[in-house]
């Protein structure tokens, strides 16, 4: 059996997944003060008259290290960079104890400027002064040769509780954001350590011994013990749990859309063939553009418990929520008022959501049902032009070989997937307003924890090899070897899929069921004067996001008793 | 994070699947360090500058500008569809406002490619520059127009199409003419006599440094540009007057480059030739992009830069300093050189042989223009290739007076076609493409 958790802004959901599909489902208020509490209160309750020998599995996407971020709750980390040639190092200050060191390596690896020992020797005096515990250290290009921020560790020795070395927390190019990424993963380290060892102590405590996982903001998970040193993919996973929770459920041969709406915001993404499209770079959190593997979503602030405002005889919607709907008890009108006006969904207090569209139909002279239908449309239409414009970011997204521009075919989703609380409400509406075909996922509530509970390990590897200075190198993966002149794309990307299945089985992926994808394969003959001297292979494979092998019965015994 | 001072548009198209040969300088490998530096400085996170995706060109845009032999499809390839069409987004992003300046970042170039094309000179086949400029001006009624060619060869290509063009303001800096590629671009070259002025080449002796080109620019660029009073200023920015580049003998920096676009302030870039794939592009790359943003490029150097290495000689200084002096004194007399020219003639011929370089092709021209005082004139260009096609191509331009269409649709007309194997008009000013043969 496998447990799926996703910790929401109000409320934390957990499913319980079997063979005969889904065996329980939960929710608990989110103390977002004390998620230790609620998490381990979701998976006792969820666990109840259960052995715990026979979970297999228990995935937890939390909030913990983005509220942390978000909120600026991080300790204060030590930086240093070795930049070299180009922008300013001092433009990607982090903090107080960010300091830049000579040191330079260019595009191909090679050193232009050794490092200084002396000065690293005494960044680290001063940062030791400082009662500094963590440490991240990045030097530019480093993902093409890592010696530079080794040399940096090396020095810093056993000083500090927990060094980041920028090479192994990403393998893209991109200097101002491996600076971001390694300095946040040294901000939540202690945090996400803490809590980790604290709910697995606490459940052993209990006698609930389950392997606990964490999902990432690609839709994939890694093992607990695996996330010690990346502790900042556990950031925003949230969204892609709703995404991995209707994977399931996507056409496997064109593209869909699938909209999470919820009580304050609507969360977008985009499945192509059942599979859901990565950012290209990395998430972006608060003002840090990060390399962290995401899924492309977008988040916009209209959802069922939005709050409803006449300005100047029009309509707006959000981006706020104050509280939950009228219906409800609660302070502002709201879309699911709107809804319940309408006769497109029941509940709460049918007279309260009256009033709270008459103060609407007033301010806009007109009748209540005119109201509701312009209100719940509005929202409607926003949500599907918002969705327009991601799908047209993404078509617009640049290319860099002939064939791809010219062979490049235009995303066109002619389905939505609508997940979230008030799904079944706002699909009537989206179903109306757009010529795409509208489904809601079954189990819409819970479909987050679902997704959290079958999503399977993902990972990434970037491999470089340059036949002229006889090297190949994977930094991310603690990997360089020696190559021969005669070394091809061939034996490069036969080099890359072993690193990947090494590192996804590392992480936990089951060995058996490995679904490996080469990203990018690129030769270049590197000719001087002219004469070949060599080739410059460039390789990116992936374990791309998806459901655990076997979960077709899973899903579909969800689907047979998804309408009662 | 990071913000533009200027909205700066970038269409970066390395054509990484695109090669003219396996070994040519104008391979695949060509732009791949400069993204490895362009990624890696993560100058594409920085509010402020936009990364574009690049449109194709139409064939109407290409034949807008250039009489291709024997038709389109012989002279393009889907790569210049695409790197004219970079040029031409980013002309559409500056135009509609999206950004005020854009780079077009793309290969392959095309300032070598004259009006008319039988195939590949100076590894260009079709002009991007002009097909750019040609389209802004019918779409958005662009009229003056400067082209700032800092390529170190002569822009032979683009001084051909617009040699007649009196609304196009076309400047080369290079390195001599005796001394290298095309072996044209000297400061007599001024212009057709309906455009007398409007062509200035500043040839520079081999070996002038950051020192001499942007007294150039400061000295004679500058002025001029400001006298000219154009509507939008565009740079073919060619990256091979760099220290290291190895076809090419000047010694330009990375930081040299960065100052010129800051002088320059185009409102659109190109690249143009540049073939020190690892030690300058990158650099030079990243310069320009950082200058066209206004930000700061105060810490961006070769890694073997050495100042003193490249400084220029006293004698590189005098020779740069007579040459500016020369050229402003042809700019300030170009009315005078313009009747001297003309003398008493109504047609004037211009007789030349042309060679393709890249592709081994040799063609005759015999040019007629009509001498005119109110537009540019109408043009005739009867042209053979040795060994294959004979074409003759009439041009009328865009603001074209009465008798010059006349004169124009009259030699059209009248053109026998069994003497041709294609005949061709341009008719810029009705907007009309047509050619006849005797076939049809």
């Not at chain 2, 996170?45 to 032999?69: A, M, N, S």
């Not at chain 2, 002569?154 to 196009?168: A, E, L």
Request: net charge negative; proline share 5%.
């Amino acid at each position: 059996m496998i447990i799926g958790l996703d910790v929401g802004g109000t409320h934390t959901d957990v499913v319980l997944l079997g063979k005969e599909g889904l065996l329980r489902q939960i929710k608990v208020r989110t103390n977002s003060s004390d998620l230790f509490a609620t998490v381990l209160a979701g998976l006792e309750k969820i666990t109840e008259g259960i052995d715990p020998a026979r979970i297999s599995r228990a995935v937890l996407s939390t909030t913990l290290t983005t509220n942390r971020i978000v909120q600026g709750r991080i300790p204060e980390v030590g930086m240093i960079v070795s930049a070299g040639p180009g922008m300013d190092p001092e433009l990607f200050r982090t903090g107080e104890h960010y300091y830049t060191v000579i040191g330079a390596i260019d595009h191909r690896g090679r050193e232009i400027a050794p490092i200084d020992a002396g000065r690293v020797l005494k960044v680290a005096d001063s940062l030791k002064k400082n009662g500094i515990r963590y440490v991240g250290v990045v030097s530019k290009f480093s993902v093409r040769n890592p010696a530079h921020e080794v040399a940096i560790g090396d020095l810093l020795g056993d000083r500090f509780e927990k060094v980041f070395l920028g090479h192994r927390i990403a393998g893209k190019l991109n200097f101002p954001r491996r600076i971001a990424t390694t300095f946040l993963n040294a901000s939540v380290y202690p945090v996400h350590k803490d809590f980790f060892e604290a709910v697995v102590n606490s459940l052993a405590k209990k006698g609930l011994r389950m392997p606990i996982r964490i999902l990432k903001p690609d839709g994939g998970n890694m093992r607990f013990d695996a996330s010690i040193d990346h502790p900042a993919q556990t950031i925003l996973s949230g969204p892609a749990a709703s995404v991995m929770g209707s994977v399931a459920f996507a056409p496997k041969d064109e593209a869909c859309l699938v909209l999470d709406v919820g009580g304050t915001t609507t969360d977008m993404a985009v499945l192509v063939n059942g599979a859901p499209l990565l950012d290209p770079m990395g998430i972006s959190i608060g003002e840090h553009q990060t390399l962290i593997r995401s899924l492309a979503t977008v988040s916009i602030g209209v959802g069922g418990d939005s709050a409803v405002r006449v300005v100047d005889g029009k309509i707006h919607i959000g981006p706020d929520r104050l509280g939950m709907a009228m219906a409800y008890g609660g302070p502002v009108p709201t879309p699911t008022d709107a809804i319940f006006l309408l006769g497109i969904g029941h509940g709460g207090d049918p007279e309260k959501a009256r009033e709270a569209i008459q103060s609407v139909a007033e301010a806009l002279g007109t009748n209540l049902q005119d109201a509701a239908r312009r209100i719940f449309e509005q929202a409607c239409r926003t949500i599907l032009d918002e969705a327009g414009s991601m799908v047209d970011r993404i078509n617009a997204k640049p290319v860099y070989t002939v064939h791809e521009l010219w062979e490049g075919h235009r995303l066109q989703p002619r389905q939505i997937l609508v997940l979230g609380g008030p799904a079944p409400w706002f699909a009537k509406g989206l179903e109306r307003l757009s010529e795409s075909r509208v489904t809601v996922v079954p189990r819409w509530t819970v479909a987050n924890a679902i997704g959290a509970g079958l999503a399977r390990t993902t990972c990434e590897v970037t491999f470089f090899a340059d036949t002229e200075r006889k090297i190949a190198t994977a930094p991310e993966e603690n990997f360089t070897t020696v190559i021969p002149s005669t070394y091809t794309k061939e034996d490069a990307i036969n080099a890359t899929l072993d690193l990947l299945r090494r590192k996804a089985i590392g992480r936990g992926a089951n060995p058996e069921h490995l679904e490996l994808e080469v990203l990018e394969a690129m030769s270049f003959n590197m000719v001087r004067g002219f004469h070949t001297t060599g080739r410059n292979i460039r390789v990116t494979a992936q374990v791309k996001p998806g459901l655990i092998h076997g979960y077709d019965p899973i899903a579909e015994k969800i689907l047979d008793s998804s309408f009662p | 994070m990071l913000r533009a001072k200027n909205r700066t548009g970038l269409v970066f198209f390395p054509a990484f699947d695109w090669a003219i040969s396996p070994t040519h300088p104008e391979r695949e490998e060509r732009l791949l360090y400069t993204q490895d530096q362009v990624f890696e400085e993560g100058l594409l996170d920085i509010e402020g500058i936009i990364e574009y995706k690049p449109d194709l060109v139409t064939k109407k845009d290409v034949q807008r500008v250039h009489f291709c032999v024997p038709d389109l499809w012989a002279v393009m390839t889907e790569s210049h569809f695409i790197s004219a069409g970079g040029a031409k987004t980013i002309a559409m992003a500056v135009m509609d406002k999206q950004v005020e300046r854009g780079f077009a970042l793309v290969r392959p170039p095309g300032h070598h490619a004259n009006r008319v094309v039988h195939g590949a000179r100076g590894f260009c086949n079709v002009n991007i520059e002009a097909i750019m400029i040609e389209y802004i001006r019918k779409a958005y009624g662009v009229n003056r127009v400067a082209i700032v060619d800092t390529d170190c060869h002569h822009g032979d290509g683009t001084q051909d199409i617009y040699w007649h063009d009196p609304d196009t303001l076309f400047i080369s800096i290079h390195q001599d003419g005796r001394t290298l590629y095309p072996g044209s671009g000297f400061l007599s070259e001024l212009g057709g006599p309906n455009a007398v002025g409007s062509t200035i080449n500043i040839p520079l002796p081999p070996n002038t440094s950051g020192e001499g080109i942007l007294h150039a620019i400061r000295e004679v660029v500058l002025p001029i540009l400001k006298e000219f009073q154009p509507d939008i200023v565009v740079n073919s920015a060619g990256q091979d007057n760099h220290y290291s580049d190895p076809i090419t003998n000047m010694n330009f920096s990375a930081q040299g480059y960065a100052e010129l676009t800051t002088l320059l302030k185009p409102d659109i870039a190109v690249l143009e030739g540049g073939y020190a794939i690892e030690g300058a592009l990158p650099y030079v790359n990243a310069g320009i992009i950082l200058a066209m943003a206004g930000m700061d490029y105060s810490h961006l150097q070769e890694p073997d830069f050495d100042p003193v290495k490249i400084r220029q000689s006293a004698e590189v200084s005098r020779w740069v300093h007579k040459i500016c002096d020369k050229v402003l004194e042809n700019w300030h007399q170009r009315r005078h050189l313009a009747d001297v020219c003309r003398g008493d003639y109504q047609l004037m011929n211009r007789d030349r042989d042309i060679y393709y370089d890249t592709d081994n092709i040799h063609e005759h021209q015999q040019e007629t223009i009509r001498v005119c005082d109110s537009c540019g004139g109408a043009l005739r260009i009867d042209s053979a290739a040795r060994g294959m096609k004979h074409i003759l191509a009439v041009h009328i331009p865009r603001n074209v007076c009465e008798s010059c269409r006349k004169q124009g649709y009259l030699w059209y007309d009248s053109a026998d076609t069994t003497r041709y194997d294609k005949v061709y008009l341009q008719d810029r000013c009705g907007d009309v493409i047509t050619e006849k043969s005797q076939a049809n």
